[in-house]
C-alpha cells in the first residue's frame, strides 16, 4: 500500500514561489518586448509641437482633402481627393508604409501619379498596415494624415 504524502509549509511555499516566478517572468518577457518593438517619438517636444497645431490644422482642413488607401495585384493606391471628388496631385509627396507596432517592416514607396490615384508596386501580407504620409498642395500648403490599410488575406 502506498503511504500518502503529507502537504507541508515548505511545499506550499514552493508551489506560491514556483507560481510566482512564472508570473514574474512572462511579465519581464512582455515588458522587454513591449519596450525592444515601440517606434520612437512623433515629436520631439510636445509643447513646441502644439504652439502653431491649430493653424497648421486649419490651413490643412481647408485644402478639403480625403486620402484612402488600398491594395491589390501587388498594388498599393493612394487616392487623394479634393471636397468635390475630383482626384488631387499634390506638389510632393512622401510617404513612410509599415506596421504600428514595430519599425522592422518600414519602407518608403516609391508613389507614381496616374491621373487619379498614387500607385507604388508592393506586396503586402495580411493584416493592419499604417501610411504616415506627407504631402504638400500645389500652393505650398502642407497635408500630413496617416492612413490605416487593413490588407486580407
Sequence with gaps: MASERKL????????????FAVIISVNLVLA??????????????????SQDFDVRRGKQESLGWTVTADAKGGLLILQ???????????????AVLGRATHVQDDRAPEFAFDG??????ETLRPGN??????ATALDGTPFEQRIVLHVES
Excluded: C
Design 8 to 19: 507541508t509549509g515548505w511545499h506550499a511555499l514552493a508551489i506560491f514561489g514556483g507560481a
Design 32 to 49: 522587454y518586448s513591449a519596450v525592444r518593438t515601440f517606434p520612437g517619438l512623433e515629436v520631439k517636444n510636445s509643447y513646441v509641437a
Design 80 to 94: 487623394i481627393k479634393d471636397s468635390n471628388g475630383r482626384p488631387v496631385q499634390a506638389g510632393t509627396l512622401n
Design 116 to 121: 487619379k490615384a498614387y500607385v507604388a508596386r
Design 129 to 134: 498596415w499604417n501610411i504616415r504620409m506627407k
